[in-house]
Nanobody, 121 residues
């Protein structure tokens, strides 16, 4: 139901924009979030956005570099990533839930398949 896209290979300092499209009918009532998982590491919180985009929250590691947004008319969430670092390399997942500002993976009810971001040094 969620389809993440936009990943790829980019040099350090570059930018990418990820998209997460929801083919269901409940996008505009869901809190949406981005998480990422690097090889050998646990999935970690990246950013979350409230139902109408009025509230956002970021992990400290991406604050001031990443921007989360959503377009409810298109049932799509975005993650604009700038000043990318090699440590941002991971599979990025989008999730949908009901708890605002949650950094907890378990608070998201369903997930997309993930999109790989690789940042070269």
């Amino acid at each position: 139901q969620l389809q993440a896209s936009g990943g790829g290979l980019v040099q350090a300092g570059g930018s990418l924009r990820l998209s997460c499209a929801d083919s269901g009918r409940t996008f505009n009532i869901n809190v949406m979030g981005w998480f990422r998982q690097a090889p050998g590491k646990d999935r970690e919180f990246v950013a979350t956005i409230s139902r109408f985009g009025l509230r956002t929250k970021y992990a400290d590691s991406v604050k001031d570099r990443f921007t989360v947004s959503r377009d409810n008319a298109k049932s799509t969430m975005y993650l604009q990533m700038s000043s990318l670092k090699p440590e941002d390399t991971a599979v990025y997942y989008c999730g949908a839930g009901r708890k605002i500002d949650s950094e907890n993976y378990d608070d998201y009810d369903y997930w997309g398949q993930g999109t790989l971001v690789t940042v070269s040094s």
